[in-house]
């Protein structure tokens, strides 16, 4: 590109995101956790203050995404993103914008940075759910798998958010707002977990088109549905492509015990140029290559019994 005013498109922050320098997993964290914030409405404006609820949330996050590290000094992701133009520091009245003072410690850094801010055209997108989901699709895609070998490690992310879930849910005896507002980034690795289990083919049509490591056909759906049961255990999971998960979610077809495809007697459907759903009927769907990802006989039966319509 000869351009010298580059275009802040969504995409331009997809690529920014995706090319960070890291030997740490710190700087995709805590963007995960700037994102993570901004959804819950905890940050409600671009000023983002180095809080203690931000340095614990991050402390936390670290020991489920990235259980090996050490622990690191938390002012370096900072000045990493700020390196990359992606973060800029509001420094204090009186302090020299001096990188060598704030590079020593974290208090160090909160004793010099009034608060940091994102660009302002990446804060309105984060704050777009849409857009925010491909952000954070693109960190999770680039920096916490990126092959087959790596599912164990996505699972077991996966497993972890859920265990975290839990324990707070018991903590705060089930106080469902709380629980779902904690749900945005065990989502995202929730469905990461599934589409990788299956190859990122859909379950019922085994179709396969992706653009890049965060940009594909499929989606990680949820049998029975996340609002209802809060289970985002893989097992509770099926890679479905867009069209056929959007029919799997109105009842037009379902699985029996089996994993063989039932389809309902109640829709119209044409479809002159691919393999109509109602041709699927019988067939065993796509499954993952280990039987403890397949979906759990209880989950489909839910489906069956609820969503189904024969
Ligand atoms: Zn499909």
């Known amino acids: 590109m000869t351009n010298n005013t580059q275009q802040k498109n969504l995409s331009y922050y997809c690529k920014s995101f995706a090319k960070l320098k890291v030997q740490t997993k710190y700087q995709p964290i805590l963007l995960l956790i700037i994102i993570d914030l901004i959804s819950q409405n905890i940050i409600e404006e671009n ?100 092959s087959q070998k790596e599912l164990e490690e996505i699972l077991q992310i996966n497993q972890s958010f859920e265990e975290a879930a839990n324990k707070e849910l018991e903590e705060r005896e089930k106080k469902r707002k709380f629980y779902m507002r904690n749900s945005l980034l065990r989502d995202a ?7 990788q289990a299956y190859d990122y083919r859909c379950s019922l049509c085994q179709l396969k088109v992706t653009k890049s490591l965060s940009q594909n056909i499929v989606e990680g759906a949820h049998i029975k549905p996340f609002a209802q049961f809060y289970d985002n255990n893989i097992d509770n999971g099926i890679s479905l492509c867009k069209n056929h998960h959007w029919a799997f979610d ?41 039987q403890t990802y397949f979906p759990s006989l209880e989950a489909i039966q839910w489906h069956r019994q609820n969503i189904f319509r024969q």
Not at 49 to 63: M, P, V
Not at 189 to 195: C, N, P, S, T
């Open 189 to 195: 690795f929730f469905r990461k977990a599934v589409i």
């Open 47 to 146: 000023k983002i203050l180095i809080s203690d609820e931000l340095l614990n949330k991050f402390k936390k996050y670290l020991k489920i995404l990235s259980p090996e590290s050490k622990k690191p000094g938390m002012q370096y992701p900072f000045i990493a993103l700020k390196n990359s133009k992606i973060l800029h520091f509001k420094f204090k009245p009186d302090v020299k914008e001096e990188l060598t003072t704030i590079n020593k410690s974290i208090s160090k850094f909160k004793q010099a940075v009034e608060y940091v801010c994102l660009d302002k055209e990446l804060f309105v997108f984060i704050q777009d759910p849409k857009s925010r989901k491909e952000l954070i699709d693109t960190l999770i895609g680039v920096y916490f798998s990126s």
């Open 250 to 290: 109105r009842g037009i077809f379902s699985i029996d015990d089996n994993y063989q495809v039932l389809i309902s007697d109640n829709f119209s459907e044409e479809s002159p140029n691919s393999k109509p759903i109602r041709d699927f009927q019988g067939e065993t769907i796509l499954l993952p290559n280990s």
